[in-house]
């Protein structure tokens, strides 16, 4: 489903809906919204058309396909024209704070006063609308408005995953160094460690191509929108920072849950070698009488059956305290 919107030189939104025929026809800057089906086998052919139907022109080198499969991650071009700026702009979200991050795609082209964006998400799409009409007139001018709002939504919500994955982070630092033993914190971690890299997988490629936007020669692009951008990109590494930052301390976390395990496991054994002596003494006492030779003198003492039993119960005692004060019991 496409829908075409309009920005006339004083920073109005206009939806086909509700403004005139005329007066919508009249305003030079397009901005077409693209809801692509779910079959992807389309997504390229719709991308493509909804190009042509903007009017963003690409030169001799490039066709409209090319530039179409560059933002849907098929194709990455040699070369791009200075002025477009083709994007993939994730939205990440994280629910739980440990499952896989889950992040609809925003796929962008600029150029000059064009924009095209598409994406299988509608919310996303409807959250973007949103935020440019949200915005005044005054910061509303200019297609590439739709790209610096696309990234404020973005950054909204790697900001949100960071800050989950940092409480999330904590929560499992204490469950790793407390009493309470938890079978299913080393699980837990690896799980948080995986979303992390997934939410780097998707957040990458967005700042290594925030610096192409600023970089665009065009005059509608004024000093507090590249301000506006910088700020934008330094958020965005603040967030890689963080994530970078939790994902080493569950790393450091993972290893000394490993070495409280080692230490458990030690300990345990040494509780079972030290039993399995103390078992050992009275068997082996038992043992020795219980051999059928005919000259063992202590079988036909009248205190010999009590005598073995205090050697047993002696040897056992003090085996005992020898173990209790290494530590082994």
């Known amino acids: 489903m496409r829908t075409e919107y309009r920005l006339t030189d004083e920073g109005e939104l206009l939806d086909p809906r509700t403004t005139p025929p005329e007066v919508f026809a009249a305003a030079r800057r397009r901005w077409i919204v693209e809801l692509l089906p779910t079959d992807p086998g389309r997504w390229r052919s719709i991308q493509t058309d909804a190009l042509r139907e903007c009017g963003i022109s690409t030169d001799a080198g490039m ?28 939205m990440p979200k994280l629910s739980d704070g440990v499952s896989p991050v889950k992040a609809p795609i925003v796929n962008i082209i600029t150029q000059r006063d064009r924009a095209v ?54 929560e499992l630092e204490d469950q790793v160094f407390s009493d309470v033993d938890d079978d299913d914190v080393t699980t837990d971690i690896y799980r948080l460690k995986r979303a992390i890299a997934d939410g780097r997988r998707r957040l990458l490629p967005v700042i290594n191509r925030l ?51 080692q230490v458990q496991q030690n300990g345990d054994m040494r509780r079972i070698s030290a039993y399995a002596a103390l078992i050992t003494v009275p068997t082996l006492i038992a043992g020795i009488y219980g051999m059928n030779f005919d000259h063992m003198p202590e079988l036909h003492w009248l205190l010999g059956y009590p005598a073995s039993l205090a050697l047993m119960l002696v040897v056992v005692l003090l085996l005992r305290r020898a173990f209790r004060r290494s530590g082994w019991l």
């Not at 791009?80 to 083709?86: C, F, S």
């Not at 440019?132 to 950054?155: D, E, T």
């Not at 330094?234 to 290893?255: C, E, I, N, P, Q």
């Open 211 to 261: 610096s192409l936007v600023t970089e665009v020669d065009d005059a509608e692009l004024g000093e507090d929108a590249v301000a506006h951008l910088e700020r934008i990109e330094a958020g965005f590494r603040r967030v890689a920072d963080a994530l970078d930052t939790d994902d080493r301390l569950l790393g450091d976390m993972l290893t000394a849950q490993m070495t409280l395990v």
């Open 63 to 90: 066709s409209l396909k090319h530039l179409a499969d560059t933002v849907l991650g098929a194709h990455v071009p040699a070369s791009m024209p200075d002025d477009v700026i083709a994007m993939r702009v994730a």
């Open 117 to 170: 964006t598409s994406s299988t998400d509608s919310g996303a799409l409807k959250k973007l609308v949103e935020r440019v009409r949200s915005l005044p007139p005054a910061r509303r001018r200019g297609a590439f408005v739709v790209v610096r709002s696309l990234l404020s939504l973005s950054l909204e919500h790697a900001t949100d995953v960071a800050d989950r994955v940092t409480a999330r982070t904590a």
